[in-house]
């Protein structure tokens, strides 16, 4: 009796090592994905409409599940990344296109993230010109010194840090009937003002990078497909970690901002606003939580651009290789960080018209890319008896249309802002 | 590219996609695919996929003069009376759905690479020479070739092709198409040729399927050889990619002691499945070595090695190390063991040569015996190789029973920060 309890124990014990081996891509994936747009947007949400939005989180988390799940999945099967895999289906011509387009806007992403340290060193009186620096060379520095299981470790850590805004949160008195009802409850506000801020919502949630990211994560690290249950459990805790985040970050807005009236135009402007409101160190917390965001968010996305282009064009990728081998590799990567940095130093360049375009790029490639994943995952050839089944085909289809009409809405609204 | 000598190149994305027409100009489609039949040296190119959609194509015999003289835009005229169903014959590959964009191994440059074009050679017939692997590739591909031929006109920098001859490229779809599977032939012997270590990499960098189908065709004593030479890391992730009766195969033809490190890197639940596999005998000194505690003698040491009883003669003892020599590392010693195991003493090689065939081991043999205890640690075992220069060291009970050696080579990696810190201090 009791043995047979140890033997269980030890078996939960085993279990619960793997699935801390496995974790990882999908956690990071969705924590990266509060990044400084991110975090701007929510607290955009927050201060200018309250507790109005947070329902979304919702079917947001969702279908950011359904997505990643997919790639999940495709990574673990094939052993291929995503851009491999789009290169051996659909030809080099559409792979080519597919990764011009992957390489701007996630260069607007990059900008958006130095954009986000230099705000948040500003606020702790740092000035840009110190810190920007610094966070490249950082970024920079990672790759070429640490292999990449430790930088995953890195980032594992980093992802806690995104607790500040959960205590950020309870530090500013949240109604918690309210927020229940909120989110219970959805209600659509019948104003442009709104609906834009719902397309903007989902635009930044669900991004291409993500895709392409995880789905390479998940090949670098192994996972057999006897272990898919674990390896799916990190993509959904990593969903609803990255919802609950998000959701707070609204709550904060809402319950301190919006309740006074203050209007903000970024996240910088939040964590500044919150001091004379929620006090001095939700401020901070609010601050040190869009500094790590931003870092953590910069040391992936160059990353990830370059190793997604080069893998689908047939360059030597990885950062276990040297310079010698990889030249496009590290070429890339470093032209990506010296930009994203360079341009916040330079005052003249306006951060807004790259945004835009990143921005209007972003809409046209997700629908494209939703629609390669589905014709790839339903591939027999490729993912044999791990095709979608049909009811989760159905709602990954549904959610796929609504989120691909979203971010062309999101795309069109980028052409007209400007 | 004119027809010189009864011969023209031609890549075969100057193929893919062209307009087909009848005699008299009417529209068939576009060439869809390019039908080669595996034949050494080179695929002999058979004809051609033409159709108006992927799905819906005719098998065309090669035109092979006209492709060889074609013009830029220019069509590929057909007698729609040639046309025949499109069955691929036994040996049969298509060229853009088996082969362009796919990963291959440059079995010369031990690269895995990705196919941008293919290179084909018309004479009499045509045949898969080479394939294309580098930028100006790409850059045909998407069709820019031409204005960046004219940039780098400009600039005195001619582009430059990486072609791979057709010899050293390993394909490896394997692929099922009309209700039949087909496989690209392997050419194992190439392969076979290639460092370890490098086949290791190549293994690192394919996708699951490609990996799982080399693996196979190389054969578990092919892999275990790779293995063995291979880091670690690469180890563990090459094991634990297969199916666990697959790596426990290989892993039986291992070294146990390299065996047990590996199974020990590997995540739990893998460990318990891939040794469940492993046959009983050497399964149970799996099990042992996996237990004993990692950087300790035991850890370290290989419990094979060559022993002979007291009595024996130089000439037979020199026999038995011929007859083990391709199955155990550590020839250069041979342990003199009682009938209970208990070490008695040592002989090298070198000794056993210089001394006469039919002398007992029992005299010539080194009876002042350093030894380590399976419990030592990495450093004392560091400090027994600095202090002796031995290739390898006995590990003895507390009764002096033997259990297996640690051989330099195979503690050389751990050792050599312990050497640093000696030289050091």
Not at chain 1, 80 to 101: A, N, P, Q
Not at chain 2, 274 to 282: F, L, T
Request: with cysteine; glycine share 8%.
């Amino acid at each position: 009796m009791t043995e047979r309890k140890t033997a269980r124990v030890r078996r939960l014990g085993t279990r619960l090592a793997l699935f801390f081996a496995l974790l990882g891509p999908g956690v990071i994936t969705a924590n990266v994905d509060n990044d400084a747009g991110g975090i701007t947007t929510y607290s955009q949400a927050g201060a200018r409409f309250g507790l109005a939005t947070l329902w979304v989180f919702v079917p947001l988390c969702i279908s950011l599940i359904v997505v990643q799940e997919m790639c999940n999945r495709m990574g673990v099967v094939s052993g291929k990344g995503l851009s491999d895999l789009i290169r051996e289906r659909f030809g080099v011509k559409w792979t080519f296109y597919l990764m011009l387009g992957l390489l701007v806007t996630n260069l607007g992403n990059i900008l958006a993230e130095f954009a986000g340290v230099a705000a948040a060193g500003e606020i702790f009186g740092i000035p840009r010109i110190v810190s920007v620096p610094l966070a490249a060379f950082f970024v920079w520095a990672i790759v070429l010194r640490a292999s990449y299981r430790t930088v995953e470790k890195v980032f594992l850590v980093a992802c806690l840090f995104y607790v500040s805004y959960i205590v950020a949160g309870f530090m500013s008195h949240p109604p918690t009937k309210e927020i229940a009802r909120a989110v219970a409850l959805p209600q659509i506000q019948p104003n442009a003002a709104y609906l834009v801020m719902l397309v903007g919502l989902v635009g930044t949630t669900i991004a291409p990078w993500m895709q392409f990211y995880q789905q390479a994560a998940v090949v670098e690290k192994n996972v057999r497909v006897e272990d898919y249950a674990l390896s799916r459990l990190d993509t959904i805790i990593g969903g609803i970690a990255v919802s609950v985040v998000a959701a707070f970050i609204v709550i904060v807005c809402a319950t301190s901002l919006n309740a006074h009236g203050v209007r903000i135009e970024s996240a910088a402007d939040a964590a500044r606003g919150l001091a004379p409101l929620a006090g001095r160190y939700a401020s901070w917390l609010f601050a040190f939580g869009l500094l790590n965001a931003s870092v953590f968010a910069a040391s992936i996305l160059p990353l990830s651009t370059s190793y997604t282009i080069c893998e689908a064009l047939g360059w030597e990728s990885g950062v276990d290789k040297d310079f010698g081998e990889a030249p496009q590799f590290y070429g890339l990567y470093t032209v990506l960080i010296a930009i994203g940095a360079g341009v916040i130093l330079f005052p003249g360049i306006s951060l807004l018209t790259i945004m835009y375009v990143s921005q209007v790029v972003n809409g046209i490639l997700l629908p494209v890319v939703l629609v390669f994943m589905l014709i790839l995952i339903n591939d027999k050839r490729i993912m044999g008896a791990h095709t979608n089944s049909p009811v989760f085909n159905g709602i990954a289809i549904l959610l796929s249309i609504a989120v691909a009409g979203i971010a062309v809405a999101s795309g069109a609204m980028g052409i007209m802002g400007r | 590219m004119g027809v010189e000598k009864g011969f023209a190149f031609r890549y075969v994305s100057e193929i893919l996609g062209r307009r087909v027409t009848d005699l008299g100009g009417g529209s068939i489609g576009r060439v869809q695919d390019v039908v080669a039949s595996m034949a050494q040296p080179y695929p002999l190119v058979r004809g051609l996929m033409v159709g108006r959609r992927p799905g819906a194509v005719r098998f065309a015999p090669c035109p092979c003069d006209q492709l060889a003289r074609l013009r830029h835009r220019q069509a590929v005229r057909i007698d729609p009376a040639t046309l025949q169903d499109p069955t691929l014959a036994p040996h049969d590959f298509l060229v853009r759905d088996w082969l362009l964009d796919k990963q291959i191994v440059d079995v010369q440059g031990a690269k895995v690479e990705r196919v941008n074009d293919v290179h084909i050679l018309f004479t009499d017939r045509a045949w898969i020479v080479h394939v294309d692997v580098g930028g100006t590739g790409l850059l045909r591909r998407l069709g820019f070739i031409d204005a960046a031929r004219r940039l780098t006109g400009i600039v005195r920098q001619p582009l430059k092709d990486e072609l791979i001859s057709w010899k050293f490229v390993q394909t490896l779809a394997e692929t099922e198409e009309l209700g039949r599977p087909i496989r690209l032939k392997i050419e194992h012997s190439r392969i076979r040729d290639l460092h370890p270590g490098e086949l290791a990499d190549i293994l690192e960098d394919l996708g699951k399927e490609e990996r799982a189908l080399l693996v196979h065709s190389l054969g578990p004593e092919a892999v275990a050889d790779v293995l063995e030479e291979a880091e670690g890391q690469v180890q563990t992730s090459v094991i634990s990619q297969l199916e666990p009766s697959v790596a426990a195969d290989i892993l039986e033809e291992m070294d146990p002691g390299e065996a047990a490190d590996i199974l020990g890197n590997l995540r739990g639940a893998h460990t318990d499945e891939i040794i469940a596999e492993v046959e009983a005998p050497e399964r149970a000194q799996l099990e042992q070595l996996i237990e004993y505690e990692e950087k300790t003698a035991a850890s370290l040491m290989t419990p094979e090695f060559i022993s002979v009883p007291p009595e024996t003669t130089v000439a037979a003892a020199l026999a038995e190390v011929r007859r083990l020599a391709s199955e155990i590392e550590a020839i250069y010693y041979t342990y003199v063991l009682d009938p209970q195991g208990h070490l008695k003493g040592v002989t090298t090689l070198r000794s056993m040569l210089r001394a006469q065939p039919e002398q007992r081991l029992g005299e010539i043999m080194e009876t002042r015996l350093v030894t380590v205890h399976p419990e030592q640690e990495l450093k004392e075992i560091a400090e027994v190789f600095q202090k002796y220069s031995f290739l390898g060291c006995p590990v003895v009970d507390d009764e002096m029973r033997m259990m297996g050696v640690v051989l330099i080579k195979h503690a050389f990696d751990d050792l050599l920060p312990e050497f640093k810190r000696e030289a050091r201090a």
